[in-house]
Protein backbone atom coordinates (compact mmCIF):
# COMPACT_ATOMS: atom_id res chain seq x y z
CA UNK A 1 0.00 0.00 0.00
CA UNK A 2 1.28 3.55 -1.11
CA UNK A 3 2.43 5.49 2.26
CA UNK A 4 0.19 8.75 2.00
CA UNK A 5 1.60 12.07 0.30
CA UNK A 6 1.90 14.33 3.35
CA UNK A 7 3.60 18.19 4.03
CA UNK A 8 7.08 17.74 5.80
CA UNK A 9 8.68 19.58 8.23
CA UNK A 10 10.68 21.53 5.61
CA UNK A 11 7.68 22.34 3.78
CA UNK A 12 5.32 23.37 6.59
CA UNK A 13 8.39 25.58 7.34
CA UNK A 14 8.30 27.62 3.84
CA UNK A 15 4.17 28.13 4.14
CA UNK A 16 4.54 29.37 7.63
CA UNK A 17 7.26 32.22 6.05
CA UNK A 18 5.39 32.62 2.98
CA UNK A 19 2.09 32.86 4.81
CA UNK A 20 3.88 35.18 7.63
CA UNK A 21 5.62 36.99 4.67
CA UNK A 22 1.90 37.51 2.85
CA UNK A 23 0.97 38.98 5.96
CA UNK A 24 3.66 41.82 5.99
CA UNK A 25 3.03 42.66 2.52
CA UNK A 26 -0.73 42.70 2.90
CA UNK A 27 -0.31 44.52 6.61
CA UNK A 28 2.59 47.04 4.41
CA UNK A 29 0.39 47.70 1.71
CA UNK A 30 -2.78 48.61 3.98
CA UNK A 31 -0.83 50.79 6.81
CA UNK A 32 2.06 52.42 3.95
CA UNK A 33 0.52 52.73 0.79
CA UNK A 34 -3.45 52.62 0.48
CA UNK A 35 -4.27 55.42 3.22
CA UNK A 36 -2.18 57.51 0.73
CA UNK A 37 -3.40 56.38 -2.69
CA UNK A 38 -5.73 59.19 -3.36
CA UNK A 39 -8.92 59.05 -6.07
CA UNK A 40 -11.33 61.10 -7.22
CA UNK A 41 -15.35 59.23 -6.87
CA UNK A 42 -17.21 60.90 -9.66
CA UNK A 43 -21.25 60.30 -9.97
CA UNK A 44 -24.06 61.53 -11.61
CA UNK A 45 -27.24 62.14 -9.82
CA UNK A 46 -30.35 62.84 -11.75
CA UNK A 47 -33.85 63.60 -9.75
CA UNK A 48 -37.44 64.71 -10.19
CA UNK A 49 -36.91 67.00 -7.28
CA UNK A 50 -34.09 69.62 -10.06
CA UNK A 51 -36.29 71.32 -12.08
CA UNK A 52 -36.37 70.86 -15.72
CA UNK A 53 -34.21 73.29 -17.39
CA UNK A 54 -32.14 74.91 -14.63
CA UNK A 55 -28.27 74.16 -14.90
CA UNK A 56 -26.78 71.39 -13.34
CA UNK A 57 -25.25 71.68 -9.80
CA UNK A 58 -21.46 70.87 -9.79
CA UNK A 59 -20.89 69.18 -6.32
CA UNK A 60 -17.77 68.28 -4.13
CA UNK A 61 -17.75 66.65 -1.34
CA UNK A 62 -14.82 66.47 1.37
CA UNK A 63 -15.25 64.34 4.34
CA UNK A 64 -13.56 62.20 7.32
CA UNK A 65 -10.03 63.94 7.28
CA UNK A 66 -8.85 62.82 10.98
CA UNK A 67 -6.12 64.97 9.76
CA UNK A 68 -2.95 63.86 10.78
CA UNK A 69 0.21 62.72 10.10
CA UNK A 70 2.11 60.53 8.52
CA UNK A 71 -0.99 60.23 5.82
CA UNK A 72 -1.93 63.91 5.96
CA UNK A 73 -0.19 66.52 7.13
CA UNK A 74 -0.48 70.24 6.36
CA UNK A 75 1.40 70.41 3.12
CA UNK A 76 -0.93 66.64 2.24
CA UNK A 77 -4.22 68.80 2.75
CA UNK A 78 -3.05 71.41 0.99
CA UNK A 79 -2.46 69.72 -2.25
CA UNK A 80 -5.74 67.71 -1.27
CA UNK A 81 -7.85 71.25 -1.97
CA UNK A 82 -5.82 72.39 -4.70
CA UNK A 83 -6.76 69.07 -6.69
CA UNK A 84 -10.84 70.14 -5.55
CA UNK A 85 -10.28 73.48 -6.99
CA UNK A 86 -9.30 72.42 -9.88
CA UNK A 87 -12.53 70.56 -10.47
CA UNK A 88 -13.92 74.15 -10.35
CA UNK A 89 -17.30 73.32 -8.12
CA UNK A 90 -20.57 75.06 -6.93
CA UNK A 91 -20.49 74.19 -4.06
CA UNK A 92 -18.55 72.18 -1.50
CA UNK A 93 -19.58 70.16 1.23
CA UNK A 94 -18.05 69.09 4.18
CA UNK A 95 -19.29 65.91 6.37
CA UNK A 96 -17.70 66.31 9.28
CA UNK A 97 -14.87 64.64 11.79
CA UNK A 98 -12.13 67.14 10.80
CA UNK A 99 -9.73 66.36 14.19
CA UNK A 100 -8.02 63.25 14.27
CA UNK A 101 -8.26 61.89 18.25
CA UNK A 102 -8.94 58.35 18.54
CA UNK A 103 -6.36 56.93 16.02
CA UNK A 104 -3.38 55.01 17.69
CA UNK A 105 0.46 55.77 15.69
CA UNK A 106 -0.57 59.23 14.40
CA UNK A 107 0.49 63.38 15.13
CA UNK A 108 -2.79 65.45 15.21
CA UNK A 109 -3.32 68.34 13.15
CA UNK A 110 -4.09 71.43 15.17
CA UNK A 111 -7.84 72.83 14.24
CA UNK A 112 -6.32 76.13 13.40
CA UNK A 113 -4.26 74.47 10.98
CA UNK A 114 -6.86 72.02 9.20
CA UNK A 115 -9.16 75.56 8.73
CA UNK A 116 -6.20 77.19 7.18
CA UNK A 117 -5.41 74.90 4.46
CA UNK A 118 -9.54 74.44 3.93
CA UNK A 119 -9.94 78.12 3.31
CA UNK A 120 -9.24 77.96 0.04
CA UNK A 121 -12.11 76.48 -0.85
CA UNK A 122 -14.48 78.96 0.52
CA UNK A 123 -12.74 81.51 -1.24
CA UNK A 124 -13.63 79.82 -4.26
CA UNK A 125 -17.31 78.52 -3.69
CA UNK A 126 -19.73 78.97 -0.74
CA UNK A 127 -18.47 76.18 1.72
CA UNK A 128 -20.56 74.93 4.21
CA UNK A 129 -19.79 71.59 7.29
CA UNK A 130 -21.21 70.11 9.67
CA UNK A 131 -19.17 68.79 12.81
CA UNK A 132 -19.14 64.97 13.29
CA UNK A 133 -18.36 63.08 16.29
CA UNK A 134 -14.87 63.28 16.52
CA UNK A 135 -15.08 66.83 16.32
CA UNK A 136 -17.58 66.70 19.25
CA UNK A 137 -15.19 65.06 21.45
CA UNK A 138 -12.64 67.90 21.33
CA UNK A 139 -14.03 70.52 23.24
CA UNK A 140 -17.47 70.04 22.26
CA UNK A 141 -16.25 70.69 18.63
CA UNK A 142 -15.72 74.82 19.58
CA UNK A 143 -12.56 75.45 18.62
CA UNK A 144 -13.03 73.67 15.23
CA UNK A 145 -16.17 75.17 14.67
CA UNK A 146 -15.04 78.77 15.56
CA UNK A 147 -11.87 78.26 13.11
CA UNK A 148 -14.00 76.90 9.94
CA UNK A 149 -16.23 79.91 10.52
CA UNK A 150 -13.10 82.26 10.63
CA UNK A 151 -11.89 80.73 7.39
CA UNK A 152 -15.29 81.31 5.92
CA UNK A 153 -16.74 78.44 6.15
CA UNK A 154 -19.98 77.93 7.39
CA UNK A 155 -20.80 75.20 10.29
CA UNK A 156 -24.46 74.67 10.17
CA UNK A 157 -25.62 72.59 13.41
CA UNK A 158 -29.44 71.48 13.06
CA UNK A 159 -29.73 74.76 10.47
CA UNK A 160 -30.70 74.98 7.00
CA UNK A 161 -29.45 77.80 4.86
CA UNK A 162 -30.57 79.01 1.01
CA UNK A 163 -28.23 80.35 -1.49
CA UNK A 164 -28.50 80.54 -4.97
CA UNK A 165 -26.51 77.99 -7.02
CA UNK A 166 -26.69 76.67 -10.46
CA UNK A 167 -29.37 79.36 -11.73
CA UNK A 168 -31.25 79.49 -8.67
CA UNK A 169 -32.19 78.55 -5.25
CA UNK A 170 -31.27 75.74 -3.08
CA UNK A 171 -31.59 75.21 0.43
CA UNK A 172 -29.09 72.85 2.34
CA UNK A 173 -29.25 72.16 5.96
CA UNK A 174 -26.97 70.80 8.20
CA UNK A 175 -27.95 68.00 10.60
CA UNK A 176 -26.14 68.09 13.66
CA UNK A 177 -23.93 64.76 14.83
CA UNK A 178 -26.56 61.62 15.98
CA UNK A 179 -23.94 59.90 17.48
CA UNK A 180 -23.28 63.26 19.79
CA UNK A 181 -26.78 63.23 20.30
CA UNK A 182 -26.60 66.64 19.27
CA UNK A 183 -29.08 65.80 16.10
CA UNK A 184 -32.63 67.67 15.93
CA UNK A 185 -34.01 66.21 12.60
CA UNK A 186 -37.79 68.05 13.68
CA UNK A 187 -36.28 71.44 14.19
CA UNK A 188 -34.35 70.85 10.11
CA UNK A 189 -37.58 69.38 8.53
CA UNK A 190 -39.88 72.36 9.68
CA UNK A 191 -37.42 74.32 8.14
CA UNK A 192 -37.45 73.31 4.37
CA UNK A 193 -39.69 74.04 2.05
CA UNK A 194 -40.96 71.12 0.07
CA UNK A 195 -41.73 73.31 -3.10
CA UNK A 196 -37.78 74.07 -3.05
CA UNK A 197 -34.72 71.36 -4.14
CA UNK A 198 -32.63 70.80 -0.92
CA UNK A 199 -29.80 69.02 0.04
CA UNK A 200 -29.19 67.62 3.40
CA UNK A 201 -25.79 67.38 5.24
CA UNK A 202 -25.55 64.67 8.02
CA UNK A 203 -22.30 63.47 8.78
CA UNK A 204 -23.90 59.80 9.94
CA UNK A 205 -26.01 58.32 6.90
CA UNK A 206 -28.52 57.17 8.62
CA UNK A 207 -30.57 60.07 8.63
CA UNK A 208 -31.65 59.22 5.60
CA UNK A 209 -34.19 56.49 6.57
CA UNK A 210 -36.23 58.94 8.04
CA UNK A 211 -36.43 61.89 5.42
CA UNK A 212 -39.38 62.99 3.77
CA UNK A 213 -38.70 62.74 -0.42
CA UNK A 214 -38.40 66.37 -1.01
CA UNK A 215 -34.87 65.89 0.39
CA UNK A 216 -33.48 64.72 -3.20
CA UNK A 217 -29.75 64.57 -1.73
CA UNK A 218 -28.13 63.72 1.63
CA UNK A 219 -24.46 63.72 1.63
CA UNK A 220 -22.58 61.86 4.60
CA UNK A 221 -19.43 60.14 5.72
CA UNK A 222 -18.75 58.53 8.80
CA UNK A 223 -18.00 54.81 7.74
CA UNK A 224 -14.85 55.12 5.88
CA UNK A 225 -16.44 52.70 3.65
CA UNK A 226 -15.40 49.99 6.15
CA UNK A 227 -12.23 51.16 6.12
CA UNK A 228 -10.91 47.53 5.64
CA UNK A 229 -13.02 46.01 2.92
CA UNK A 230 -12.08 42.52 2.15
CA UNK A 231 -12.84 40.64 -1.11
CA UNK A 232 -16.22 38.38 -1.24
CA UNK A 233 -17.30 39.63 2.28
CA UNK A 234 -17.24 43.38 2.11
CA UNK A 235 -17.12 46.02 4.75
CA UNK A 236 -15.81 44.51 8.56
CA UNK A 237 -17.21 48.01 10.38
CA UNK A 238 -19.36 50.68 8.94
CA UNK A 239 -20.81 52.05 12.00
CA UNK A 240 -24.16 52.52 10.66
CA UNK A 241 -27.11 50.62 11.20
CA UNK A 242 -28.16 50.75 7.18
CA UNK A 243 -27.21 47.59 5.14
CA UNK A 244 -23.47 47.73 4.76
CA UNK A 245 -24.29 47.89 0.97
CA UNK A 246 -24.99 51.70 1.77
CA UNK A 247 -21.60 52.08 3.63
CA UNK A 248 -20.23 53.84 0.07
CA UNK A 249 -21.37 55.20 -2.83
CA UNK A 250 -24.11 56.75 -4.70
CA UNK A 251 -27.76 55.23 -3.75
CA UNK A 252 -31.38 55.81 -4.56
CA UNK A 253 -33.95 55.04 -2.03
CA UNK A 254 -37.43 55.69 -3.69
CA UNK A 255 -37.07 59.47 -4.87
CA UNK A 256 -34.12 60.28 -2.26
CA UNK A 257 -30.60 59.64 -3.31
CA UNK A 258 -27.95 59.07 -0.47
CA UNK A 259 -24.66 60.14 -1.53
CA UNK A 260 -21.54 58.57 1.28
CA UNK A 261 -18.04 59.43 1.12
CA UNK A 262 -15.25 56.93 2.47
CA UNK A 263 -13.76 59.85 3.43
CA UNK A 264 -9.41 60.76 3.51
CA UNK A 265 -8.45 59.57 6.62
CA UNK A 266 -8.74 56.68 9.43
CA UNK A 267 -10.00 55.88 12.85
CA UNK A 268 -8.66 53.20 15.69
CA UNK A 269 -5.39 52.53 13.41
CA UNK A 270 -3.87 54.01 10.50
CA UNK A 271 -4.56 51.54 7.74
CA UNK A 272 -6.64 51.35 4.70
CA UNK A 273 -7.36 48.05 2.93
CA UNK A 274 -9.81 48.41 -0.23
CA UNK A 275 -11.08 51.46 0.28
CA UNK A 276 -8.30 53.91 -0.76
CA UNK A 277 -9.46 57.73 0.11
CA UNK A 278 -11.11 59.85 -1.96
CA UNK A 279 -13.29 63.12 -2.51
CA UNK A 280 -16.32 63.11 -4.31
CA UNK A 281 -17.48 65.22 -7.50
CA UNK A 282 -20.85 65.26 -7.90
CA UNK A 283 -23.16 66.57 -10.90
CA UNK A 284 -27.01 66.93 -9.94
CA UNK A 285 -29.31 67.30 -12.60
CA UNK A 286 -32.96 67.03 -13.49
CA UNK A 287 -34.17 63.70 -14.31
CA UNK A 288 -37.17 65.74 -16.72
CA UNK A 289 -35.74 66.26 -20.16
CA UNK A 290 -34.06 69.49 -20.28
CA UNK A 291 -35.13 72.00 -23.01
CA UNK A 292 -32.22 72.95 -25.57
CA UNK A 293 -30.42 76.66 -24.83
CA UNK A 294 -29.79 76.51 -21.47
CA UNK A 295 -28.58 79.72 -19.21
CA UNK A 296 -25.04 80.20 -18.59
CA UNK A 297 -24.22 79.23 -15.27
CA UNK A 298 -24.33 81.67 -12.66
CA UNK A 299 -21.63 82.30 -9.65
CA UNK A 300 -23.07 81.26 -6.43
CA UNK A 301 -24.01 83.73 -3.56
CA UNK A 302 -22.68 83.32 -0.32
CA UNK A 303 -25.04 81.63 1.82
CA UNK A 304 -27.53 83.30 4.56
CA UNK A 305 -28.89 81.25 6.79
CA UNK A 306 -33.03 80.63 5.94
CA UNK A 307 -35.93 82.14 8.18
Request: hydrophobic fraction near 45%.
Amino acid sequence: MPEPIGIGRGGMIELVLLGGAGMLALGSWAGLVEPRRLKIARYEIESERWPAGRTPLRLAVLGDLHAARPHLGENRLERLVERILAERPDLVLLPGDFLANRTAFVRPLPAATVARALAPLAAAAPTLAVLGNHDYAEEGGREIARRLEAAGIAVLENEVVELEAAGGPLLIAGLACAVSRRADLPAVLARLDPDRPSLMLSHVPDAVAYLPDHVLLTVSGHTHGGQIRLPGVGPLLTQSALPRRFARGLHRIGRRHLLVTSGIGTSALPVRLGVPPEFVVATVRSAVEEPRGLPARRPARVPTRAG
